[in-house]
Structure formats: C-alpha cells, structure tokens
C-alpha cells in the first residue's frame, strides 16, 4: 500500500522543539518510503487555540523547508464528517450520556495511568444524550493491542486502564479521540508517526476504528522532549519556541534528539535530501534503549 503520513499539530500556540522533532520524523518517515505527507491542522476545540498559530505554525513549516502534499485540512470544518461517525457508534448501542462533574468523578474513582478511570457511574441510566449532558463509549475489558515500530508490542485493558471515554463533551465539541480516527482514515493516512504523549490514546482509538469498521494504520511513538523539570513541553504553556532564524541547526538539533546523523547543509534545500536518505529508526531505539538501560 502507499505510504501516506501526517502531521497534525493542535493550533494552541508557536511550534516548540517537541513538535518540529515530530514534523522532522513524520515527513522523514514518509519521503523515505516515498510516500506523501499531509498537514491537518487539529483545531477541533476552538476554546483552546490560540488566534493567529495556525498560520504561524504553518509558515514555520515553509520555512523549514517541509513540503505539504495537497491542501492543509481543518478539523473545524469537517464536523459533519464527525457527526457521521458518532451516530454509527450510536447505532452500536455503545454511547451513553454521562452528567457526572469532574469533582463527582475525583470523589469516587481510582487514579490510573491517564488520569481517573471512569467507574461507569453513569452506564445504565440511560440519561438523555442531549448536548447539554457529555457522550461517552462503553469499552471493555479485551486486550487491546498493536505493534509499535518503535516500542513494539503495546497492550491495554481499556476499561480497566482507562475507563469509559468521553465521545462528545457537555458543551457540544466531538472528542480528539474521535476526530483523530474520521480523520486519519478520511484523508486515507496509512502510517502515524507522533510523540510519545499519545501511545495511551492509541488503544481507544484502535477500538474506534474497530467498531467503525475501518482499518488501522500503523504506528509509531517517538521519545517525548521534556522540559528542564521533566515535565512535557507543550505549545499552550510557551515552552522552548524554536529558533526559525536557523533552521539547519534546529533541524540538526532534532535529528539529534532522535539519535540521527547530523546534516552538513547551508540550506533547508540540501538539508532535506541526505537527512531523508541517511533516516533511521534503529538509531531512535538505541537512543530509547540507552535513556532507559
Ligand atoms: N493534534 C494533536 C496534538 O497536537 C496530535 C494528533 C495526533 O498526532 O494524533 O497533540
């Protein structure tokens, strides 16, 4: 099949260090395998964006020499497409409202590795699934599972781990869970390349995609950038915004961080050539293998 990749950053501030390392490996990925690499910018939850970052984000993108294939897509204007989705998971019997608050929740249920598992207060009582009361999906307790080509087999408990998750909030906007799965398969992407962040979302995606009947890309999970203190960087918090006055070296920088080569190149121009023929994941797990051995 033709390799199809992405990047889809959330328009929630300027791109830091941890994304341009996850724009450099989806788009290295891709044009190694010749595929095509496609920009979605994720701005689903418009309360969280930030006026004005999406363009930034993608002129950043120009400027760091990484081609787009087609035109970008935004999540706020599909959300049709995510209707759709919901009222197939609807028809599955699965979805229920929920109007438990998030104090109700931290009272009564156990810390997991996400944050609190649902306990599924509200399963059986069948409360109207009206947008002023939040969606959430009913999950079980099989294994779910997929091969990480970096991290390699990855399992979860969903419902044990996890817990029922939220489809559609209390104020009306489809979940990221949700639109990430209509989208990827919609815009026909074959390969997920994305920072580690998201490895404990995959599962409840994968599940999506299985009860929407509709085939699971691969993917791959890279070694998440922290902060100082450990804690992960993220665009709404201001950490680390790049240096886009010299692209070669930030781009240099996070082929580093992903234990590649470095590029010798006074240009984006000829940087993108070697570092694409010169990509390796082996490189990413010896990196991983050394932080954790
Ligand atoms: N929009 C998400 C973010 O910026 C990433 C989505 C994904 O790669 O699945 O964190």
């Known amino acids: 099949m033709h390799y199809r990749g992405r990047f889809a950053p959330s328009p929630t501030g300027p791109l ?3 994304s341009v390392v996850a724009a450099l490996a989806s788009y290295l990925d891709a044009r ?5 690499w496609l920009v979605r910018i994720d701005d689903i939850d418009r309360l969280r964006e930030r006026p004005g970052s999406a363009a ?3 002129s950043t993108l120009e400027h760091f020499g990484m081609q787009w294939d087609g035109d970008v897509v935004y999540q706020s204007q599909r959300l049709r497409l995510y209707q759709q989705a919901l009222e197939k998971l609807r028809a599955s019997g699965l979805i229920y409202g929920c109007n438990c608050s998030r104090k109700q929740i931290a009272a009564i249920a156990k810390s997991g590795i996400g944050g609190f598992i649902y306990p599924g207060s509200c399963r059986d009582l069948n409360i109207a699934q009206t947008t002023s009361h939040s969606l959430r999906l009913r999950t079980n307790n099989l294994y779910t599972r997929f091969d990480d080509r970096i991290l390699g087999a990855i399992t979860q408990r969903i419902e044990f781990e996890i817990g029922d998750f939220i489809i559609r909030r ?4 489809i979940s990221y869970q949700l639109a990430v799965v209509v989208d990827d398969h919609e815009q026909g992407v074959t390969d997920i390349v ?3 962040d ?3 979302s995959t599962p409840r995606q994968i599940y999506i995609q299985q009860l929407l009947e509709i085939p699971q890309p691969a993917y791959m999970h890279l070694p998440l950038v922290r902060s100082a203190d450990g804690s992960k960087l993220s665009k709404s918090s201001d950490a680390w915004p790049v240096d886009i006055k010299n692209p070669v070296r930030t781009l240099n920088q996070a082929l580093g961080f992903l234990g590649q080569q470095q590029v010798r190149a006074d240009s984006v121009e000829e940087f993108w050539p070697q570092a694409i023929r010169q990509w390796d994941i082996g490189a990413i797990k010896r990196v991983m293998n050394h932080e954790t051995g």
């Not at 190694?32 to 095509?36: A, K, P, T």
Request: glycine share 24%.
């Open 198 to 200: 998201l490895l404990l």
């Open 170 to 173: 209390g104020d009306g906007i």
């Open 194 to 196: 994305r920072g580690e």
């Open 32 to 36: 190694q395998h010749q595929g095509e």
């Open 56 to 58: 930034q984000i993608l």
């Open 16 to 18: 830091h260090f941890g």
